[in-house]
């Protein structure tokens, strides 16, 4: 089997700003597999909250590929490796790999239901209130809109937001920017506000804090949950998942997350980096009956690859078997 690793980068239309930090691009790891002529891809997005560069991924990957003869029936053998970026690209670019030679759609191979368009969340990147609503209003067309949020001055952003967009849905995600006193102070306003959910209020390795706070909105676990093996300690916290093939390392590992979520009467949000087409296809097969579904990667970006998913507004398209799977 041969292979082609790239750093790919590919410009955010304007910047993208979350209580971490600020990028005005997407930086991205492809993996190409070549067999008999039949090529498959996947896409990653290494994480610098998970000490994950792309040199590390690229190099990480390389160490994977040259491990072991990988089997046609790859999902046992790639689960012996760490959950992450690379597993990722890596797993996502063996399942299309095994679609194409089998000439069969990915649903077929996984013998789930074919996936149907879906409406995602747009996402308005954290800013000043008077900037945010500008940008709600903007997109006061899309029916879901998700919010970036830091902390302080969070009330007069989701109140500015609000104002922009009145008949849109919203859910918040502070990316771990709150303390225990901005969530006792912002909760009882957002329940005002109509917000849907709040996304990792807390740090992850603070996140016990949830056992002895209301949570009269929905509140999804985003950095604090990566694998299955989450599930039995999140569970009693939070009110769902956010699930990630960057951080579950792979489709493999977040159909087995997904299915374990749901039996524990946890709701189920399918989310992604800033990337392109490529990495939201594979997540795309996790949407069904999920609460929410936020894949607007490749609407975050100046331009996206080719054969990209077509998007009308905020409802995307089943890709195509020539972007992926």
Not at 29 to 57: A, H
Not at 220 to 233: M, N
Not at 263 to 276: D, H, P, R
């Amino acid at each position: 089997m041969d292979s082609v690793i790239q750093i790919e980068s590919w410009p955010i239309a304007g910047s993208f700003a979350i209580s971490r930090g600020v990028k005005r691009s997407a930086n991205v790891i492809t993996v190409e597999l070549s067999q008999s002529g039949i090529k498959g891809r996947g896409e990653c997005v290494p994480y610098e909250r998970y000490d994950e560069t792309p040199e590390i991924v690229v190099k990480t990957i390389e160490s994977m590929l040259s491990s072991r003869i990988i089997p046609e029936n790859h999902h046992h053998w790639i689960s012996q490796f760490p959950a992450g970026a690379a597993r990722n690209a890596l797993d996502c670019a063996l399942w299309d790999l095994r679609a194409k030679k089998a000439n069969k759609r990915i649903w077929e191979l996984l013998d789930i239901e074919t996936p149907k368009n879906v409406t995602t969340a747009y996402t308005l990147s954290l800013d000043s209130p008077a900037k945010m609503q500008e940008n709600a209003e903007k997109n006061k067309f899309r029916p879901l809109l998700k919010l970036k949020l830091a902390g302080d001055g969070d009330l007069e952003r989701v109140r500015a937001v609000r104002a922009g967009a009145p008949d849109s849905s919203i859910i918040v995600d502070a990316n771990e920017g709150w303390r225990k006193n901005h969530y006792e102070q912002l909760v009882p306003e957002f329940l005002k506000l109509n917000i849907m959910a709040i996304e990792q209020p807390f740090p992850a390795d603070n996140d016990q804090i949830l056992s002895n706070l209301p949570r009269p909105i929905p509140v999804i676990a985003d950095e604090s949950c990566h694998t299955w093996q989450d599930i039995e300690r999140l569970r009693h916290l939070y009110d769902g998942v956010n699930i990630k093939l960057d951080k579950t390392g792979g489709l493999t590992e977040a159909l087995k997350l997904k299915q374990l979520a749901v039996k524990a009467n946890m709701q189920i949000m399918v989310g992604c980096m800033v990337g392109t087409s490529l990495a939201m296809a594979p997540a795309l097969l996790l949407a069904k009956d999920a609460t929410i579904v936020d894949l607007d990667g490749p609407l975050l970006l100046a331009e996206d690859r080719e054969n990209g998913i077509q998007f009308n507004n905020s409802s995307m398209s089943v890709p195509s078997a020539a972007l992926w799977g």
